[in-house]
């Protein structure tokens, strides 16, 4: 079956600007992860929901970040007066629910904040 | 805190030689750990994984990793590496998942 899927792949912004990343995981899993990956770094947890519930966002870096999932599928992270320090890829990844379950990443969004 | 570290950032190796690519955690609770790699231009994907069972854990493309508990290590083995397994690999834990930085493998034919 289909993978998780970003969109768009690559987004270039102006700082200052607001941008909205949309992720579409993979059918039926119940929950659902983003993640901030700078260059030569791993990924960094930002939030995460179960279904359209969002159980932990401790990993969002500042109030400009933003995400939700209103009907437990979809999701968008939003990004509001991007700064340069956002530049990054942001990964999605979604997996079915319980513990140890195997989270499937998408392509992620190449952001850069000129 | 919860943190993973991975000692090597970059290795290099010639086809046929034995890989071990170290990871340490510091956390406590239910153990939940995994290996992903990243093939260049490809999505995250999983090698292994380890929460419970036996300690030694076999995953794809031969690959196998060992959980020791007193020595908080998980760390990555495959006796003969190929060209093929040139990729960054990210070892990682916990039930909100922490990665390490990365190692960067480039594995000459």
């Known amino acids: 079956g289909a993978g998780v899927s970003q969109s768009p792949r690559y987004k270039v912004a102006k700082r200052g600007q607001d941008v909205a990343l949309r992720c579409d995981p993979i059918s039926g899993h119940v929950s659902l992860f983003w993640y901030q990956q700078a260059l030569g770094q791993g990924p960094e947890f930002l939030t995460y929901?179960?279904?359209?519930?969002?159980?932990?966002k401790s990993g969002l870096p500042s109030d400009r970040f933003f995400a939700e999932r209103p009907e437990g599928s979809v999701s968008t992270l939003k990004i509001q007066r991007t700064q340069q320090e956002d530049s990054a890829v942001y990964l999605c990844a979604s997996s079915a629910p319980g513990w140890g379950e195997t989270q499937y990443f998408g392509p992620g969004t190449r952001l850069l904040v000129l | 805190a919860q943190s993973v570290s991975q000692h090597n950032h970059h290795v290099i190796l010639s086809e046929a030689a034995s890989l071990e690519l170290g990871c340490n955690y510091s956390y406590g609770g239910t153990v939940n750990l995994f290996w992903y790699v990243q093939y260049p231009g490809q999505h995250l994907q999983l090698l292994l994984k380890y929460f419970s069972g036996d300690p030694l854990v076999k995953g794809i493309k031969g690959f196998e990793a060992e959980f020791i508990k007193s020595k908080f290590s998980f760390n990555l083995r495959k006796p003969s590496v190929q060209w093929s397994d040139t990729a960054e690999y990210f070892c990682g834990g916990s039930y909100i998942p922490t990665f390490g930085r990365g190692t960067s493998l480039i594995v000459h034919p």
């Open positions: 929901f179960q279904n359209e519930a969002q159980l932990d």
